[in-house]
């Protein structure tokens, strides 16, 4: 590595490769490093491996943050609009799945190649697999160690994104830098995961896995500082050890350990309201009506954790219990006992902390030289591209931002 370079960008990933791209296509030596022997393996399987490289809504109101205006700057600056005009440039065929979410056609190595080209339009040089064994700050800038050896470079883009999905390479080294130089970091925890229920309280519930319906979640109640209200009308799907689907994914990142989410399984139905007024001309039994609207065993499973026969007959039902039951399907609230963790948690929430970095350049206020893209700060997306989009947007900042001149 005896090459000299302005910039070393440590992590190939999505935010990195945009950033080295960038910054290599503005003039400036880059070297591209990555400790994974397979390169952007996170874009790879992402979207059933299709690929979800951004949402055409993406916007502020879809990201969480402790400073949440943060991510304003750089996501108005490169929009979806933008990366859409890299993705048509490079002829990759697309098609929109839902809300607003944007799909390779074909593969996300599309991506991958993409990205690549980007980096070889402007001279970046890839090294991988390589292990980064440490970050100094020297007279001139820095001096990164590596089993590959030493290099000095003006700046460090610290790309290496949080801890979810372990198996493919996730590591803390990220906020281990940041800490280093005295940036705080925001406790990280698992986001877009499923929730999970302890075993006994789970039991009515575990038999019910592989149904799948649509419904509204919430957690939350958005008073008092830092609390966070978060609402959705996703897919639900019950699993043997708890809940996901989209649903879920999106509730698990406002969810506190302790509280409830809420979930109405009929949204577009005042279920009490609708089996009162059924009770005078309905003959059939509870778990028959029931079933015209929900998942038979869904019907009789909530049914019977609830305490009601499910060939009870609707007409001998008093109005009080129907509202019981009522409740307990537009307002089901219970409290996850934990999450499946990072080996499932398509992110990592919080990292390091926004207040602490420039939000036109990505770099560290008190550290000239340092920067941070992507997953590693504690800026996190909803699902449904919005991850990529603030990979692409906070990589570009810091590219362009290294690519001027001083």
């Known amino acids: 590595m005896a090459k000299q370079y302005d910039v070393a960008v440590l992590g190939a990933g999505a935010a990195g490769m945009m950033c080295a791209a960038v910054a290599g296509q503005q003039g400036k030596r880059v070297i591209l490093l990555d400790h994974a022997a397979k390169l952007a ?74 990205l690549r080209a980007e980096c070889e339009a402007g001279g970046v040089d890839l090294r991988m697999p390589v292990k980064i064994a440490g970050v100094q700050k020297t007279d001139a800038g820095f001096l990164v160690s590596t089993d590959s050896g030493e290099l000095e470079v003006a700046s460090v883009v610290v790309a290496t994104g949080g801890l979810s999905i372990p198996k493919i390479g996730a590591t803390d080294l990220g906020y281990r830098i940041a800490t280093q130089f005295g940036l705080k970091v925001i406790e990280p925890r698992p986001g877009l995961v499923p929730l999970t229920f302890d075993g006994p309280s789970w039991e009515p519930f575990a038999p019910l896995a592989g149904i799948a319906l649509e419904v ?14 978060g609402q959705f009308r996703e897919d639900l799907l019950f699993t043997h050890r708890g809940l996901s689907g989209p649903a879920i994914l ?11 989410i809420v979930l109405d399984l009929l949204p577009e139905m005042d279920v009490a309201e609708t089996l009162i007024g059924a009770k005078k001309t309905e003959k059939k039994q509870l778990g028959n009506v029931l079933a015209q609207w929900l998942p038979a065993r869904l019907a009789d499973g909530l049914l019977s954790g609830n305490g009601f026969d499910p060939s009870a007959r609707l007409a001998d039902m008093p109005d009080a219990k129907l509202r019981k039951l009522g409740d307990a399907i537009n307002r089901w609230a219970i409290v996850p006992t934990g999450s499946e963790g990072y080996k499932k948690a398509e992110v990592t929430l919080g990292g390091v902390d926004t207040r602490e970095l420039s939000q036109q350049t990505m770099m560290a206020n008190k550290v000239p030289g340092l920067y941070f893209v992507g997953e590693a700060m504690d800026v996190t997306g909803w699902l449904g591209g919005y991850n990529f989009q603030w990979a692409w947007a906070s990589g570009v900042a810091a590219g362009l931002a290294l690519g001027s001149p001083n």
């Open 41 to 114: 393996e996170k874009i790879r399987i992402s979207g059933g491996g299709r690929c979800n490289f951004t949402n055409i809504n993406a916007g502020p109101a879809n990201f969480l943050s402790q400073n949440p205006h943060f991510c304003r700057s750089a996501l108005s600056r490169y929009t979806a609009q933008d990366f859409l005009a890299l993705v048509k440039k490079h002829r990759i065929a697309y098609h929109e799945k839902h809300r607003g979410q944007l799909f390779c056609d074909d593969s996300s190595e599309r991506i991958i190649a993409m």
């Open 216 to 229: 509204d979640v919430s957690t939350g109640s958005g008073k008092g500082k830092g609390a966070l209200r």
């Open 250 to 260: 999106q509730i698990s990142s406002y969810w506190q350990p302790g509280t409830p």
